[in-house]
């Protein structure tokens, strides 16, 4: 089957950085979606690796290595703002199915 | 311009009614989903749509009927509610990831929370 391990919560102060990781188990796999969801909304789309290496989107960053089923997201400079639950989400290649991470929340302090 | 648009944003009805949700979406997108997420958080797929055509259906209780009238439009209607029915439910689309694409960026809809009484 598929699945995805990540924290369940973590804790940063505000300006610092800060890493979630995620772990995954597939027999195929496309790539390695996160996604960022704010209290009372929906899920949206924060950055995809589809090869090995870091895809940088301004504060945010994501890694993957496939060898090790290994990712992890980034977060430079934390604001406030980016106080929300993070989900990594895998796209096997048996079916068109996204599963998703039970999600990170993240607390920032001040 | 609302990209993904779910109605109604809330509903709250009791046991054993029928309720439908509708989603649209204005992105011209091929690839339609519904998913629900629990009180725990855990967002987790219930259905998928590629043109109108039914490509994931994962097991769920066959009181839950999806329908998509065109490829824009893909509505949830749920028969004889139950209370482990209350959640939120979202849909989302996606440009075409077709059976081997690797791209899939995902726009969900605002969200509608059922609550079961």
């Known amino acids: 089957g598929q699945s995805l391990e990540q924290p369940s919560e973590v804790t940063a102060v505000e300006g610092a950085i800060v890493q979630i990781n995620c772990t995954y188990q597939t027999s195929g796999f496309y790539g390695l979606s996160w996604y960022q969801q704010h209290d009372g909304g929906a899920p949206t789309f924060l950055s995809y690796n589809g090869l090995d290496g870091l895809e940088e989107t301004g504060r945010f960053s994501s890694f993957l290595s496939r060898s090790d089923s290994y990712g992890y997201l980034l977060l430079q400079e934390l604001q406030m703002k980016d106080s929300a639950s993070y989900f990594c989400?895998?796209?096997?290649?048996?079916?068109?199915?996204?599963?998703f991470g039970k999600g990170t929340r993240l607390h920032i302090l001040p | 311009d609302t990209a993904v648009s779910q109605t109604p944003k809330y509903l709250v009805t009791q046991m054993g009614n029928d309720k439908s949700i509708k989603c649209e979406q204005n992105l011209g997108h091929d690839t339609m989903y519904w998913y629900k997420q629990d009180s725990k958080k855990f967002l987790k797929i219930m259905f998928s749509?590629?043109?109108?055509?039914?490509?994931i259906n994962e097991t769920v209780p066959n009181r839950f009927s999806p329908k998509s009238p065109d490829k824009a439009h893909l509505n949830l209607h749920i028969n004889s509610l139950e209370l482990g029915d209350s959640a939120v439910y979202f849909c989302?689309?996606?440009?075409?990831?077709?059976?081997?694409?690797?791209?899939?960026?995902?726009?969900f809809g605002p969200g509608t929370r059922l609550t079961v009484l």
């Open positions: 749509y590629n043109n109108k055509e039914l490509i």
């Open positions: 989400a895998l796209k096997g290649n048996r079916d068109d199915k996204i599963i």
């Open positions: 989302a689309s996606s440009q075409d990831p077709g059976r081997y694409s690797s791209y899939n960026e995902q726009f």
